[in-house]
């Protein structure tokens, strides 16, 4: 099992940053990236950034340029630094955590999930 403890959430409004960080503890002698989701009311959850081991980072569009992940994986720990939020950025935040790259970039099938921290951006 893989144990996913998120924080650095909170309220802001639009144009602000936040700082988020991530520590994955239990079965991760063998993770190959490490990734960012958010999940807002009554949509499903999406991922958000993705980096692997070897420095690979990938984004979705709707956040470049105004978010970046950095971390260790092989240290099991990720950052995601998110500038000029906007609204539609409110959501509830998680971290994860794969050997599997693949599953990364597909929220539904990874398996283990922390609390998630919150994240609101007010107009």
């Known amino acids: 099992q893989v144990q996913l403890v998120e924080s650095g959430g909170g309220t802001v409004q639009a144009g602000g940053s936040l700082r988020l960080s991530c520590t994955a503890s239990g079965s991760t002698s063998s993770l190959n990236g490490m990734g960012w989701y958010r999940q807002a009311p009554g949509r499903q959850r999406e991922w958000v950034a993705v980096?692997?081991?070897?420095?690979?980072?990938n984004y979705i569009d709707a956040v470049k340029d105004r978010f970046t992940i950095s971390g260790d994986v092989a240290k099991n720990t990720v950052f995601l630094q998110m500038d000029n939020l906007k609204p539609a950025d409110t959501a509830v935040y998680y971290c994860?955590?794969?050997?599997?790259?693949?599953?990364?970039?597909?929220?539904?099938?990874?398996?283990?999930w922390g609390q998630g921290t919150q994240v609101t951006v007010s107009s």
């Open positions: 994860n955590a794969d050997r599997e790259i693949w599953r990364l970039f597909n929220p539904g099938d990874l398996y283990y």
């Open positions: 980096i692997r081991n070897d420095g690979r980072i």
